[in-house]
């Protein structure tokens, strides 16, 4: 009998783990899937011409996606210029004054934040700069993803600087050291691997962002570098140019989801290096 | 006056509204050794802390003080606290160097810190002087351009004495540096303080008696916020006037 109510556990506890087996599979199944499918579809296009050349005329095979890399590239700046002095601020500020009103405003702002749909960010951003400025623009295209990522480098770096001990911080300023260069020479610096991968996470969050550009930066058929001139970016070129009647444009699409999703690949496989390489035990 | 560095007058310190050092008046002399002496909980750190107003940097903490310190005369409330830390320096209780810096370059941190500028040589003779001062230089004088943080724990808290000796503070502050440490490197700090007075005064706090006996020229008691006695070591720890001394002393209470 009780031999019996042993084994019967054991069947369960067999099927238990098959079932905990199943569903994780689940998850990585799909979406390796996907991975192989974009890559399927997508490597076949890729080529030095496709990276480097314009698109061709309508109609035409060939040519390339160089704008909207450029594009991308320069609305990634352009959101990191802007969000990193602030996030890091934010962070700082956070980590000093941890019951702070301001602190606890800044933490639920960054909850919000990171709920709030990323199409009503483009919105919004297009009534505060499209609008008054009277033009579609990398700019605007650049401060919407940049507040999209804020969330994600505030949190990552207020983490980081919890694990900076409290004592680096007196040992700075016990040698007379003004605030500013504790902050700039010692407790930034130790941290430096948490605010990276902070950084480098919030860009493989945003690269792909399509709806906040489609108010913002809007797409532009043309090589642009003017910061008040609308770029293309490579999400959009895929909007575009998936959605066309066009067999050659819809490749092009595939060849440009490929080149997206290897980048988020590499960012997270250099956030790993970043993270191995400089990180400081305490 | 002449052979006191630093005079304290009716000092009171708060976190908030809990009082955490009552009305101490102490002088601490010129190129000795003072132990400050107590039970844990007894406020000696947080007096400590006030000497260097190193208090003040927590903020949440809400640590404020009534009462004046002189440093050879100058109230040091009156001074801007980073000219008051450059000329007090600290060691704290566990080993800090910092872990991004070589050890060259935590000895001369304060410097860098500051802003000072100096020549190669001169920064180079410093940093030797330095790791001397604290018999470290035969140990690490191969590896100055390696990061501190391979050092044993003994060592690191001497590169952070070096660290603090650099500066060429008139006062050092030593808060319990031997508490987090093995005997042997314990034995090693003890021997290098009698040295160390020569060029500078100590003021070293530790719950160890033990230590204060061994290492001290005078020594304060503290207990429960108030300094109940204060007198050369010699005296305190043979005579002590004050029957919760001897009851500290005789092993007791602590």
Redesign the interface.
Known sequence: MKELTVKKRMAKDRLFHSLVLFFASLVVIPLLFLLGYIFKKGIAVINWDFIVSMPAGVGESGGGIVHSLVGTLLLILIAVFLSVPVAVGAALFIN????NRISQLIRFTVDMLQGIPSIIMGIVIYIWIVLPMKNFSALAGGVALGIMMLPIIIKSTEETLKMV??????????????YY??VL??IL??G?SGILTGILLGVSRIAGETAPLLFTAFGNPFLNTDLFKPVDALPLLIYNYSTSPYPEWIRIAWGASFILVTFVLILNLITRWVVKKWQ??? | MADKVLNIRGLNAFYGSKKAVADVNIDFFKNKITAIMGPSGCGKTTFLRCINRIHEVNIEARARIEGDIFLNGENIAKMHPILVRRRIGMVFQKPNPFPHMTIYDNVIAGYRLNGIKKKKHEFDTLVEESLRKIALWDEVKDSLYDRGTFLSGGQQQRLCMARALAMNPDVILLDEPTSALDPIATAKIEGLLSELKEHVSIIIVTHNMAQAGRISDYTAFFYLGEMLEYGTTEKLFTNPAHEKTENFLTGQFG
């Not at chain 1, 000093?96 to 019951?99: E, G, I, L, R, S």
């Not at chain 1, 001990?165 to 003004?178: I, V």
């Open positions: 000093d004054h941890p019951k001990p409290e004592s680096l911080k007196e040992a700075s300023l016990a040698l007379g050291a003004p260069k504790t020479r010692v610096p130790a430096l400081i035990k305490f």
